[in-house]
């Protein structure tokens, strides 16, 4: 069913304004968002939106303050999925389905985590959602919080899981809290995505994993994903887009970008810097948050005026 679906949402043009790395498989599961619109980045008031990078910003047209994945990053999601096919995946934090929409659409058999789904707005739109694609069935949807309810679910489904999203709460320490509940479910050959690294509170869960071992790397998409991986699993290449001039936040520096630098399992001599230099990095990235903290700072209060704006307008139209 699901082999049968992508091929009919499939092949199409991307709308302009979106952007999928070269070498992907693409799909496109749009039609199966019927709220789903081109949303104006001004409408959040979230500190670390990128609204300075020119990639569409999707959003559902009842909820216009919080965004989907890009279509870049979407596509991440789904060609890391077809590398897991047959296998358990995890996602937290799935706000209106469409990141899970792409996960199940590559195969695996995944586990949904969001408080939101206790809210029957949020249930309903992802469950029908999810049977337009044709991919309900491999997707269990849970109301709940991480990391309480993926320790219950894995202790009552006595379950570890393959590949695993985290796009959960964005404040610390629930990002840190995530990722360490994730590496006690992993499977010993596992991949954990992140969505939002643009955040030094999210960019805490990777520096968790990379602490402890994992390879890690992160992809310049429009909200900065990650990727941490061990044994024997390897991530998809991204290749960012060329048209926009790529930066990365200063609590980023120590990682290596997809597309840009070579990328490697670990080997023994990659295991022993890890180890000389682990103090080392834990104060830096202290002070390299803080350094990232203050820039976003700088860049939203020159964004503030447009997105003054766009809250006026939207007030006087209600009027």
């Known amino acids: 069913m699901i082999e049968k679906t992508v091929k009919v949402i499939e092949g199409g043009l991307l ?3 979106d952007y999928v790395s070269p070498g992907f498989s693409i799909i496109q ?79 695996v058999e995944l586990d949904v985590i969001d408080p939101m789904l206790s809210q029957q707005l949020f249930q309903e ?4 959602s999810l049977k337009r694609a044709g991919v309900k069935e491999s997707v269990n949807l849970i109301p709940g919080y991480s990391p309480q309810k993926v320790e219950e679910l894995a202790n009552q489904l006595q379950r570890k899981w393959s590949l695993i999203f985290i796009d959960g709460h964005h404040e610390a320490p629930a990002p840190l809290n995530d990722a360490i509940i994730c590496e006690q479910v992993a499977e010993e050959d596992a991949l954990i995505l992140f969505h939002d690294l643009a955040s030094p509170d999210v960019g805490q869960g990777l520096n968790y ?11 310049q998409t429009m909200q900065i994903m990650g990727v941490a991986w061990r044994g024997n699993v390897e991530p998809v290449i991204h290749q960012p887009d060329p048209k926009i ?45 803080l350094y990232s903290q203050t820039q976003q700072i700088y860049y939203y209060l020159s964004w503030l005026p447009q997105m003054l704006i766009q809250a006026m307008a939207r007030k006087n139209q209600t009027l």
């Not at 619109?37 to 990128?50: A, V």
């Not at 990379?210 to 790397?217: A, L, Q, R, S």
């Not at 990682?255 to 180890?275: D, E, M, R, W």
């Open 15 to 17: 709308p302009e304004g």
């Open 29 to 107: 599961p749009d039609s199966c968002f019927p709220n789903m619109i081109l949303g104006n980045p001004y409408d959040s008031f979230w500190l670390y939106l990128r609204r300075n990078i020119a990639h569409n910003w999707y959003v559902d047209k009842r909820q216009q303050g919080v965004g989907f994945v890009s279509r870049d990053e979407a596509h991440i999601l789904y060609n890391t999925a077809l590398k897991f096919k047959g296998k358990k995946a995890l996602e937290i934090g799935c706000w209106m389905g469409w990141s899970a929409c792409h996960l199940a659409l590559a195969g």
């Open 125 to 128: 739109s992802v469950t029908d």
């Open 209 to 219: 994993l990379k602490e402890k071992g994992w390879n890690t790397m992160v992809y």
């Open 245 to 289: 001039n790529w930066k990365l936040p200063p609590h980023l520096r120590h990682y290596s970008v997809s597309g840009s630098i070579p990328t490697v399992a670990g080997n023994k001599i990659g295991k022993n810097l890890k180890s000389l230099v682990a103090d080392n990095f834990r104060k830096e990235a202290k002070l390299l948050t």
